[in-house]
């Protein structure tokens, strides 16, 4: 079957996601770090978590080498780092605040949750690379609404069915 781009696209797009800033450390101690709706949970004992991140990214490179990435879950109130982090090869961290836990990937204040993670593998994923970390300190918010991404806009969580 012939899927056209634009209908995929489209149909991918209706399936209503959070929104992270997946970010890491190089060696010479550069911060790395990437808008993602691609992250997912994969396992919970051991505790695996993914993202994906496409073969065009300028960062591609950086993540592989890295061995580890943090997953920051985004608040309603995040939406002007996500459109920062969104934007390619820019200087995304000049003013932007962080802490570093284990694995020295910049962890996010403010967000919903928290990952740190070692990258356990990655895996071919068509013109993306799929990152297989296994979370090795985490922390999470019990109050807090998160930042949505709907059909190709930000959008807000409404009320609980
Ligand atoms: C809401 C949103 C979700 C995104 N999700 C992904 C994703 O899951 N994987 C990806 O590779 N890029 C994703 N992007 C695009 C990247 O954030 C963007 O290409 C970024 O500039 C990559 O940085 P780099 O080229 O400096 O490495 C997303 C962008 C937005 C706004």
Redesign the pocket.
Known sequence: MNVDPKSFRAALGSFATG?TIVTSIKADGSL?G??????NSVSLDPPLVL????R?????KDFQEAGCFAINVLSEHQRDL??L??????DKWSGVAYETWETGAPILPGSLANLDCRTRSTHDGGD?VIFVGEVVRMEAEAHGRPLL?FRGA?TQIGDIL
């Open positions: 929104v790395l990437i808008t993602a709706s691609s992250f993202f994906s991140l496409a065009g990214a300028f960062s591609l996500s459109n982090f969104a934007k390619a090869r820019a993306h991404f930000y």
